[in-house]
């Protein structure tokens, strides 16, 4: 016997319709899916266009994508640009007494081709160039010497204090390895290329990392009148941003703290328990400030 066509159409639209509804729950959840992670994009969107320009984000936190500033246009307020009428003006200038003077006479005559050596001088041109001198290490000999007394015993004369060993780097190499690191910010791998290439002094990178603490037990008795002016002062600034460790940006537990007044200033780079004091409390000569 044949199956019935009509039943057989029947089952196949039931089928159909259960399918068809299927595919209409599952096309809503996708929809819903999709308009929460349209949310999430723009939620996350949202997070990293902050900066310390557009919300309550500090400057520490910008890190290396920090949009730069907006130029201001010019307005014209009738100065002209460069030196100001009446303002004082800034040049190199000739100094009376050179180090070294070095005279170019001719020595022939450009019209008739004779010998200038003993012509008389008509005049002088001056022309001083203001150079820097061949920068080499200066080596200074300490000889401590042992002498033998009437009475018999023998006494050493002392080295002074620059003589620390058999062969070493005198104060002036020293504080200038300090002030390329503190001040000038120069890397200590860089800071020795320009010791060896600039005056022959081919010290470590350990050595010039070991100059920090050096150079800061000699400021204990400084470091203490700042404080004692910042705690005393009117009015002070007190600041704290991030710092780079290693190519990154540490805000905590590490952070540079700052005060400061009109006259001076104290900066202070804080890590581990110190970084995670707030305020300031974490702050140079801090905690009642």
Same mark, same amino acid.
């Given at each position: 016997m044949l199956p019935d066509p009509a039943a057989e159409l029947e089952a196949t639209v039931a089928v159909q319709a259960v399918v068809i509804a299927e595919l209409r729950g599952a096309n809503a959840e996708q929809a819903r899916v999709i308009e929460a992670l349209r949310a999430r994009v723009a939620e996350l969107e949202r997070q990293?266009?902050?900066?310390?320009?557009?919300?309550?984000?500090?400057?520490?936190?910008?890190?290396l994508g920090k949009p730069p500033a907006p130029r201001q246009q010019r307005r014209g307020g009738g100065r002209r640009p460069g030196k100001q009428p009446g303002a004082p003006g800034a040049h190199l200038a000739q100094?009376?007494?050179p180090?070294?003077?070095?005279?170019?006479?001719?020595?022939r005559c450009q019209g008739c081709g004779g010998d200038l050596t003993l012509a008389p001088v008509t005049g002088v041109e001056a022309r001083q160039v203001f150079d820097l001198p061949e920068v080499r290490l200066?080596?200074?000999?300490?000889?401590?010497?042992?002498r033998r007394c009437a009475c018999g015993h023998i006494t050493a004369g002392?080295?002074? %204090? !620059?003589?620390r060993a058999a062969a070493c780097y005198?104060?002036?190499v020293r504080a200038l390895g300090a002030y390329l690191g503190v001040w000038q910010h120069v890397p200590v791998g860089r800071a020795g290329e320009l010791l060896d290439d600039g005056a022959g002094a081919g010290v470590s990178a350990g050595w010039l990392g070991g100059l920090l603490a050096e150079a800061a037990g000699g400021l204990e008795g400084f470091v203490e009148r700042v404080r004692g002016r910042l705690a005393g002062a009117e009015v002070a600034h007190f600041d704290e941003t991030g710092a780079r460790v290693a190519g990154r940006l540490h805000s905590r537990p590490f952070g540079v703290h700052r005060a400061a007044e009109p006259v001076c200033g104290a900066c202070q780079a804080?890590?581990?328990?110190?970084?995670?004091?707030?305020? %300031? !409390?974490g702050l140079p000569g801090g905690g009642g400030a």
């Open positions: 990293l266009g902050r900066h310390s320009g557009n919300s309550s984000k500090p400057p520490s936190q910008d890190g100094v009376p007494e180090d070294q003077v070095v005279v170019h006479w001719p020595q200066w080596v200074c000999e300490h000889r401590a010497e042992r002392e080295f002074p %204090a !620059a003589a005198g104060p002036g804080r890590g581990g328990g110190d970084g995670r004091r707030r305020g %300031a !409390a």
